[in-house]
């Protein structure tokens, strides 16, 4: 399957933001906590979405999803060593929690998902040693146990991971005695998580310094929740108003979870207006270069370099980017290059700010000079991965011309029905079969 695109023109209009993607596959795995029923409110009929509901169906969940509502049920843990899954996504991971908790033992496969950088497990594997389970590393799998449950314990995460967070969580809440975990991911796709789990009956405290402590419980129950907006899809709607010189009011954006972003828009020059029930952004001059660092919520999150990369090419001036979170995750950089962007990638971290990959060899710094005029001119782009097909996307409909993008389905994964909302929006973007 692939998209054409015809851009170049401003895109102007109102869309609503879907449910996160990864606010809601979180979710879904700590429904697993409980055997009473559990619905979730702004659901994303995505593909993560959909493979997470594979694992839980193996699991032993029946799901139900409608009109953007899905209801997950999972009396009984039917199986607790889930090896036969597609491999398409990190969530398997998640739910060693809920399967040691609930069946005292778990095996998921070695995980896939983009591919950013090593992507290792071991903060996950040894948050789940520090609570008492002994884990394995097979050659296609994770195996731990805990016959006689987990016991609370503290968890000194080196680095706020989300994913090792969430893991720590989840199997910390029905642990006996207190967990404590130290150095923690604070995304807001986590904190709807803690919301969810304290409405399951679950007592998690959120402490200073990045400390969350959790007093386990015996039983959590069912409950009814939102998903958050996805912040993701917020960020590229906001590129594509700017980048395109057009004006888009993005219904569901959330001020607190963009507050870093919101920040770099007026930097750029650009404009945005927060009004009841979402964010309006334009350009109303000359954009500047600037500079960005990647990091940890509340700082500029990975997950939005790509799409203001893109921005990035149409900016006067010499603009950077410095990740910090993910080591390879520049790739695009020649999908950029090939539509007519200027933009260098190098393994040097710019000067007194070096980061934690600074002569690790990783290329993890972009230079972009702008502006430049972006050019279909006919020419294909595969995607590489979900964030950086959306970035050929938003680059296609900044680029004059026509482009042809290639295995959207990847882009499936993350964003909902993205085609038709474009549209909405007045862009030329194709489906073919
Ligand atoms: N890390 C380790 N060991 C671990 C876990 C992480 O070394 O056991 C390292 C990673 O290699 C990376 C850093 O810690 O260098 C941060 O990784 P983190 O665990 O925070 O990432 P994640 O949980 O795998 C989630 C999102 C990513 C997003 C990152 C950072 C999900 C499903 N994925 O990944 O989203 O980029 O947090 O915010 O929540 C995406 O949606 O496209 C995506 C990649």
Redesign the pocket.
Known sequence: MHFVVRGGKPLRGEVKLAGS??GA?NLMVATLLTDEPCTLHNFPAIGDTAITGELCEKIGSTIQVRDGVATLHTPTIKQSRVTELSRRN??PILAMGPLLARAGEAEVPILGG?K?????????LDALRALGAEVEINKESYFARAPQGLTGAVIDLP?P????TETSILAGVLAKGETVILNA?L?P?IISMVKMLQNMGAIIELGANRDIYIEGVSKLRGVVHEVISDRNEAVSFACLAIATGGEIFVRGAMQDHLITFLNVVRRLGAEYKIISGGITFTRPGLLKAISVKTGTYPGF???WQQPLAVLLTQTNGTSRIHET??EDRFAYAEDLRALGANIQVSMECPSGKECRFAGKGFKHVAEIQGPAELKGDGKALRVRD??SGMINIIAALVSKGETKIEGVEEIDR?YERIDERLRALGADITRVS
């Open positions: 993607k990864n596959t990190r969530i983009d950013i950088g090593p992507r290792p497990v071991d903060f996950h680095f991971s989300v994913g090792a991911a995304e796709e999150m990975t997950d979170i993910w979900l964030r993350g």
